[in-house]
């Protein structure tokens, strides 16, 4: 499966993801890495009271996303929404009454397509984060990095989760 | 009657091969004379005895053929001459050659000639090819071949490579936007495949649509379970005591470079414990079953966890506000 586009001739061709993503998630260093720098994440988060669930979330997202080394879309594209999401927040709230949204006004035209399979696709490419234009080849391989991550970042999470558990329970 | 009849065939095709080692030897001795290939020479010789020449070189185990009919028009004979199975192992593999060139897009051309003469190569082993209406036939076959059908044989072709290397299969439409299309659909084929195997229960589902539909409740399974377990963790995460699982996660993974030269400190002041929680961490980590391995050790943790406190006089109940580790430390 890992066979090498051609670097030689192109050096912006697209590097191949795969030399066997699964065994790359499932080995057991990985996971230990992943969760060494969740917990190292978790530090990080602790913010007076507000601890929520979501920011425990991104952050494992976060640490899941570096793990990957940046060949994946998705791990890319978690690592920098991130921050732009901010960006965007802030900037919304400044431009808010400044400017009326013109170009937004044409509406969608009706699609004419409503293959299942086309529309299944979409739904795939909103779960798959920074996936929405992607074509399909290239939707599949970054949904089975994905789909393998996620199994692995579950577990991870599963072990932390039943280590602080029993960690807490005992002095209390 | 019979034995009447026997002799003049005898002697009938006595008279043929004494014609055919004639034509022969002057097909050797007159080899520059056309400078062609041998199909041209042959025929200059005399066409129907070059024909006849042939076919009986062809056909040697099967049964005896009436002579054949000759007509007499030259450009039918010439055009027939391409067409026929004259030296057949020549011409498959040219045809096999031209065929595995056919990467390049002005594909339609070659592949029709290749098409043209492995199609006519073949019935032409049967019938005898000089007749104008086999020749229609031929050319009628060749017309379908050309428009788009569905795929025929099953030759293993269109193997993932960097570029388009598609093999156009028997009687597939050899247009490059059915190769290129033919090709995209081999790729997405090639990772459905793989997603199957990753997605449990896959395998048995045939059909794109409901695989993708399962991929897709997978996928949101996950993150539900993503988002169930960080709900857990900050639940269970602020009367912890981070200091301890950072060492033991630092005793864990030795690829960690940063942890290492971060938590350098921490680690030597509590030099005693820490081969007994190495012994412990690994011990857990190897384990298979998560859960059964974190609640069969409940009791072990409890009884380093208890100690650790007190060496380093860490408040639960206050609130840690992303205190660095080093700090942290330093007090104890």
């Known amino acids: 499966m890992a066979e090498s586009s051609n670097s030689d001739a192109n050096s912006r061709k697209r590097r191949k993801i795969d030399p066997d993503s699964q065994t790359r998630w499932r080995s057991e260093a990985e996971q230990r890495i992943y969760s060494s720098k969740l917990m190292d994440a978790l530090h990080h988060v602790r913010r007076p009271g507000s601890g929520g669930h979501d920011a425990v979330r991104d952050a494992a997202d976060r640490v899941l996303a570096a793990s990957a080394r940046g060949r994946t879309r998705w791990s890319r594209a978690i690592l920098t929404n991130r921050l732009s999401l901010r960006l965007a927040q802030i900037n919304r709230k400044h431009k808010k009454a400044a400017k009326p949204s013109a170009g937004k006004s044409?509406?969608?035209?009706?699609?004419?397509?409503?293959?299942?399979?086309?529309?299944?696709?979409?739904?795939?490419?909103?779960?798959?984060?920074?996936?929405?234009?992607?074509?399909?080849?290239?939707?599949l391989e970054e949904t089975t990095d994905y789909i393998a991550a996620l199994e692995m970042q579950v577990k991870a999470m599963t072990f932390l989760t039943g280590l602080l558990n029993a960690g807490a329970a005992a002095p209390a | 009657m019979e034995p009447e009849l026997e002799p003049p065939q005898l002697q009938f095709r006595s008279a043929e091969m004494g014609c055919a080692f004639d034509d022969f030897h002057g097909l050797i001795s007159t080899p520059q004379v056309t400078g062609g290939s041998s199909f041209t020479a042959l025929l200059e010789l005399a066409p129907p005895q070059a024909v006849e020449l042939l076919v009986t070189e062809d056909f040697p185990a099967k049964q005896p053929l009436p002579p054949p009919i000759f007509p007499t028009d030259i450009g039918l004979i010439h055009r027939a001459s391409k067409f026929s199975v004259f030296a057949s192992a020549d011409n498959s593999m040219e045809s096999n050659t031209i065929l595995s060139v056919s990467n390049s897009i002005p594909v339609k051309q070659e592949d029709l000639d290749a098409d043209s003469r492995r199609n006519s190569s073949s019935p032409a082993g049967s019938d005898q090819s000089l007749k104008s209406g086999k020749r229609k036939e031929r050319e009628k076959k060749l017309k379908e071949s050309n428009k788009k059908s569905k795929s025929k044989a099953a030759n293993d072709d269109g193997e993932e490579l960097p570029y388009v290397h598609v093999r156009a299969r028997r009687g597939q439409a050899t247009d490059s936007h059915s190769l290129a299309e033919r090709a995209r659909r081999e790729k997405i084929n090639a990772r459905m495949k793989?997603?199957?195997?990753?997605?449990?229960?896959?395998?048995?589902?045939?059909?794109?649509?409901?695989?993708?539909?399962?991929?897709?409740?997978?996928?949101?399974?996950?993150?539900?379970?993503?988002?169930f377990l960080s709900m857990r963790l900050a639940a269970v995460s602020p009367g912890i005591d981070f200091d301890l699982d950072s060492l033991?996660?630092?005793?864990?993974?030795?690829?960690?470079?940063?942890?290492?030269?971060?938590?350098?400190?921490?680690?030597?002041?509590?030099?005693?414990?820490?081969?007994?929680?190495?012994?412990?961490?690994?011990?857990?980590?190897?384990?298979?079953?998560?859960?059964?391995?974190?609640?069969?050790?409940?009791?072990?943790?409890?009884?380093?966890?208890?100690?650790?406190?007190?060496?380093?006089?860490?408040?639960?109940?206050?609130?840690?506000?992303?205190?660095?580790?080093?700090?942290?430390?330093?007090?104890?």
């Open chain 1, 106 to 139: 044409c509406s969608r035209k009706p699609a004419k397509k409503l293959p299942p399979v086309e529309s299944k696709v979409k739904v795939l490419s909103r779960l798959v984060p920074g996936c929405r234009k992607v074509s399909l080849p290239n939707l």
């Open chain 2, 194 to 227: 793989l997603l199957q195997e990753l997605v449990p229960g896959c395998n048995k589902i045939s059909g794109t649509a409901m695989v993708l539909d399962e991929i897709i409740n997978h996928v949101q399974a996950l993150q539900r379970q993503v988002e």
């Open chain 2, 248 to 332: 033991f996660t630092v005793n864990g993974s030795s690829n960690d470079n940063s942890y290492s030269g971060m938590l350098a400190p921490p680690i030597c002041t509590e030099g005693q414990l820490d081969g007994a929680r190495q012994l412990q961490l690994q011990q857990l980590w190897h384990c298979d079953e998560l859960h059964q391995s974190v609640w069969a050790r409940e009791t072990d943790t409890s009884n380093f966890i208890a100690p650790a406190n007190s060496l380093l006089s860490y408040d639960s109940t206050s609130a840690n506000s992303g205190k660095p580790v080093a700090p942290r430390c330093t007090t104890s």
